[in-house]
């Protein structure tokens, strides 16, 4: 079955640097599209970043330049580097995947900024 499961989330100061991952299993990683959102405490949730199987990125105007999607095929494993921190990036970061009809979702990770 789809697994994504993420991590690298924590407490970081303002200006600070985190690199988030999403373990994927259950499908082909290298040819699906992947993307990040975020969710943030009484906030509907907002579209990051997402990427092409073929490595093309696309941001979010909040987040480019700031933040970088990656990802490592034969690792099956996807990345966040997010840096330059604002506390209006705390959020629940989750990765997900369009496979067919259906939208999978990892269960996410608490990144949270303040100093």
């Known amino acids: 079955q789809v697994q994504l499961v993420e991590s690298g989330g924590g407490l970081v100061q303002p200006g600070g640097s985190l690199r988030l991952s999403c373990a994927a299993s259950?499908?082909?990683?290298?040819?699906?599209?992947m993307a990040w959102y975020r969710q943030a405490p009484g906030k509907q949730r907002e579209w990051v970043a997402d990427?092409?199987?073929?490595?093309?990125?696309y941001y979010a105007p909040s987040v480019k330049g700031r933040f970088t999607i990656s990802r490592d095929n034969p690792k099956n494993t996807l990345f966040l580097q997010i840096n330059t921190l604002k506390p209006e990036d705390t959020a629940v970061y989750t990765c997900?995947?369009?496979?067919?009809?259906?939208?999978?979702w990892g269960q996410g990770t608490q990144v949270t900024v303040s100093s």
């Open positions: 997900t995947v369009a496979l067919g009809l259906r939208q999978y």
């Open positions: 259950g499908f082909t990683f290298s040819s699906s599209a």
């Open positions: 990427i092409s199987s073929g490595g093309t990125t």
